[in-house]
C-alpha cells in the first residue's frame, strides 16, 4: 500500500516525565508509540493531556521537533504533567507513577473535536494507565462512540486487576492484544487457563471468552531473546519470529512500544503480518542499543523510515 494510503492512527493516553535520578526523559507508552510513528513518517494523532508547566513546554516541544501532529495534545492549567519515579532493580525497571496529574483529566469534548478532524476508518491504540481515572476513561469512551475504530491494547501491566469484569472492561473492543510474555502468562492464570506457552490453538479463543472480546482477531506477544509471536484467530499455531541481534544492549526500556509501533505502522500500510514483525523486531532491538524508550534525535529514524517506506515483500518470502 502506497504509505499515503495508510489507515490513520489515534493514539490515547499518557503523556509523561520518567524521572531517573536527577535525569527527566520524556516517556508514556502511549506518547513513545506516538513518536516513533511520526518519526517513520506517519501522522499519528495523540490524544493526551499536560500541565501548563515546564515539562508540558518539553512535550510540545519535542512533539514540534519529530512532527507530531499536536492538537489532540490538552493542556491542563491545573493538574501538573505526570511523571514516573523510575528505580532500577535487579528484575528491571520499577515505575512509581502519582495519580491525580493531568493525563487523568483528559476532557472529551476536546478529545472528540481532534477525532472530528480524521476522515474515515482509523485505528485506535490505547493502554490501561490512563484509564485509572474517571475523567480519561470517559474521553476514551466518547472517542470510541463518535464511529467505530479498531482497538489494537497494549495493556501494559504494572498492576494486576482484582477479577475478570474489571480486566474486560480495560481491553474492551480489543482486536489486537499486544502483550509480553509475562503479561500473557498473567492474563491466562487470570482466565483460569493453564500457562501452557505451547498450547497456543485454545489460547485467543479462552482470552476472549474470559474477558468479552469477541472480536479479537489477533495476540502479539513478545519474548525478549527469543523473539516474538502472534497468534491469529483460527490458526493452530502463533507465527514465530527469531529477535534481531543487537551488537551492544545499553538497555530494553521501551523495547515493547518500538515494537508495537511497527506493527502498527504495517498494520495501517497493509504489510503481510510475518514482514511486518521481522521489521518490528530490528526496530525494536535497534532501540535497545541507545539509552532510554526513544532516541533524542530525530536523525536515528532517517534510515528505517526510507526503508520502510518500501514494500516489505521480499521479507515475508525470506
Excluded at 59 to 80: K, M, S
Aim: aromatic residues 6%.
Amino acid at each position: 500500500m502506497d504509505p499515503s494510503m495508510a489507515l490513520p492512527i489515534v493514539v490515547f493516553g499518557e503523556t509523561l516525565v520518567d524521572v531517573i535520578g536527577t535525569q527527566e526523559i520524556l516517556g508514556g507508552a502511549p506518547f513513545n508509540v506516538a513518536r516513533h510513528l511520526a518519526g517513520l513518517g506517519e501522522a499519528p494523532l495523540l490524544v493526551s493531556r499536560v500541565g501548563t508547566d515546564r515539562r508540558g513546554d518539553a512535550v510540545l516541544a519535542a512533539c514540534h521537533e519529530f512532527g507530531l501532529r499536536c492538537d489532540g495534545l490538552q493542556r491542563d492549567t491545573v493538574h501538573a504533567t505526570g511523571i514516573a519515579q523510575v528505580s532500577m532493580e535487579p528484575d528491571g525497571p520499577h515505575f512509581d507513577i502519582p495519580d491525580n496529574v493531568a493525563f487523568d483529566h483528559i476532557e472529551a469534548g476536546a478529545a472528540v473535536r481532534s477525532l472530528e478532524k480524521i476522515q474515515g476508518e482509523a485505528l485506535l491504540y490505547f493502554g490501561t494507565l490512563a484509564q485509572r481515572a474517571p475523567a480519561s476513561r470517559g474521553a476514551l469512551q466518547a472517542l470510541r462512540e463518535l464511529r467505530p475504530l479498531q482497538a489494537c491494547v497494549d495493556p501494559n501491566l504494572r498492576t494486576i486487576p482484582r477479577d475478570r469484569a474489571e480486566m474486560a472492561a480495560l481491553l474492551q473492543g480489543a482486536v489486537d492484544l499486544k502483550l509480553s510474555e509475562e503479561e500473557l502468562r498473567l492474563l491466562l492464570a487470570l482466565a483460569d487457563e493453564p500457562p501452557d506457552m505451547e498450547a497456543q490453538a485454545a489460547m485467543l479463543d479462552a482470552l476472549a471468552r474470559a474477558f468479552d472480546l469477541p472480536q479479537l482477531q489477533r495476540i502479539h506477544w513478545t519474548c525478549g531473546a527469543r523473539g516474538s509471536r502472534c497468534l491469529c484467530r483460527g490458526a493452530q499455531t502463533a507465527l514465530h519470529v527469531d529477535a534481531h541481534a543487537q551488537s551492544e544492549v545499553i538497555d530494553t526500556v521501551g523495547a515493547g512500544d518500538a515494537y508495537f509501533a511497527v506493527m502498527l505502522l504495517g498494520r495501517a500500510r497493509g504489510w503481510p503480518l510475518q514482514a511486518t514483525m521481522r521489521r518490528a523486531g530490528r526496530f525494536a532491538s535497534a532501540i535497545c542499543g541507545i539509552r532510554g524508550a526513544v532516541p533524542q534525535a530525530p536523525e536515528f529514524y532517517d534510515a528505517w523510515r526510507e526503508a520502510f517506506a518500501q514494500p516489505p515483500e521480499a521479507e515475508s518470502r525470506s
